[in-house]
């Protein structure tokens, strides 16, 4: 699995910068468009390439794309991309559809193959607009992956289909919103090198498991105020962990200091970089945290976990679950917050008696600056939980 995932972190990087990117692209030059694509791109840090351009100025193809990014060993292979419905309006270039070609490599018996990738609506906005904070972004309409799937020998181990992501610019500088989805996964667990945890998928019964991502939220360059309202991953059969975040700060000058220091320790892997380090914990100073939510909802895995875990120590369910219950409170004494840990001991309880959804909420009076946080983190941990305003509620 773990060949797996460097194959598709890596061989499929060209896609998921052409067809994901959010940001970071009179009749239309060919060859103008083409360099349009090249210094956006370069903007958000991703270095295209292409043997050659042909068409007319509605209609225009790509021949040989390459793609790479900071810290990549080397370009990934693209393919001929073809850019159709050209036009252009107050500079900037609009393209009605993107078809990029089925993608597939392989590497040490692992493939990873996409297709049906396309885009529509993209935008590639006019150079120079120092005071539009959508200057220099690439937007689009809708982008799409119809089919993922990776293989090990010939044997499937993950496929996902109907992956897709869509855009709304905000009007008069309001945020844009942006929603999409993973329809359906399959992974096979079975495949996992680690015999500890393969002894343990089996016993749940999860040697394959299915199920859908969903995700939903906005994001304003002008404040840097990113809100996750929904991240949701599905598991049929097991249960679903939501997740949402609201924090401010993520601006498009701190994504590109945060990208020079990556890339200054990437270009000197073997330096001291303790110095970037505490650069980059300075720049933690720019980001706020207002609220995060995380909830788990149950379909049968924590009765499974329980189950398991009674086999294991050859006692009953029953018996588990009230060692859980007198533990709990030791181990969260640590924290020194009796009142808190009381909570938690409270939720976890009505949790694993009846397991239905167990929330935790963080949500402090006023946003925190992360810089504060991590510092509070450190010196006096046993405050974080008042300082963010967390508390834990089950079966609501």
Excluded at 37 to 52: H, N, R
Excluded at 65 to 88: C, H, M, Q, R, Y
Excluded at 297 to 309: E, I, M, P
Aim: hydrophobic share 40%; proline share 5%.
């Amino acid at each position: 699995m773990s060949k797996t995932r460097g194959l598709l972190q890596g061989s499929i990087l060209s896609t998921v910068i052409l067809v994901f990117g959010v940001a970071n692209a009179h009749a239309a030059d060919p060859n103008d468009v083409a360099a349009r694509l090249k210094a956006t791109f370069a903007e958000q840090g991703v270095t295209l390439a292409w043997g050659s351009v042909s068409g007319d100025d509605s209609s225009m193809v790509l021949h040989g794309v390459t793609a790479s990014a900071e810290g990549s060993a080397k370009p990934a292979a693209v393919g001929d991309v073809t850019l159709a419905g050209i036009s252009e309006q107050n500079g900037a270039y609009l393209i009605g559809k993107v078809t990029m070609p089925d993608y597939s490599v392989t590497s040490d018996g692992t493939t990873v193959a996409a297709s049906g990738i396309g885009i529509s609506g993209l935008r590639l906005p006019a150079p120079g607009d120092k005071d539009d904070p959508m200057a220099g972004l690439m937007l689009y309409d809708h982008a799409q992956i119809q089919d993922i799937l990776v293989k090990n020998g010939d044997d499937a181990v993950f496929d996902a289909s109907n992956c897709h992501i869509d855009i709304t610019p905000g009007g008069n500088g309001g945020p844009l919103k942006f929603s999409g989805a993973v329809e359906h996964f399959t992974a096979d667990l079975s495949a996992t090198e680690d015999p500890k945890a393969k002894v343990v998928i089996q016993a749940l019964g999860y040697e394959t498991i299915d199920g859908a991502i969903e995700m939903a939220g906005s994001w304003s360059p002008s404040d840097g105020r990113m809100d996750i309202g929904k991240y949701e991953v599905s598991v049929n059969n097991a249960g679903k962990l939501a997740i949402s975040l609201d924090m401010s700060g993520y601006t498009r000058d701190f994504i590109k200091s945060v990208r020079r220091v990556r890339e200054e320790m990437m270009a000197h892997p073997k330096k001291n970089n303790s110095a970037q380090g505490l650069v980059l914990l300075g720049l933690l100073q720019q980001l706020s945290f207002s609220s995060a939510k995380i909830s788990f909802t149950d379909a049968s895995l924590t009765g499974k976990v329980v189950d398991y875990l009674a086999a294991q120590q050859h006692m009953k369910r029953g018996d588990i679950i009230n060692q859980a219950k007198a533990i709990l409170p030791f181990a969260l004494a640590k924290m020194n917050n009796p009142e808190f840990s009381a909570k938690v001991t409270a939720a976890v309880s009505k949790f694993l008696d009846d397991p239905k959804s167990l929330t935790v909420t963080a949500a402090p009076p006023s946003p925190l600056p992360l810089g504060i946080l991590i510092a509070g983190a450190m010196a006096a941990p046993k405050q974080i939980p008042d300082q963010l305003g967390v508390t834990v509620t089950a079966n609501q």
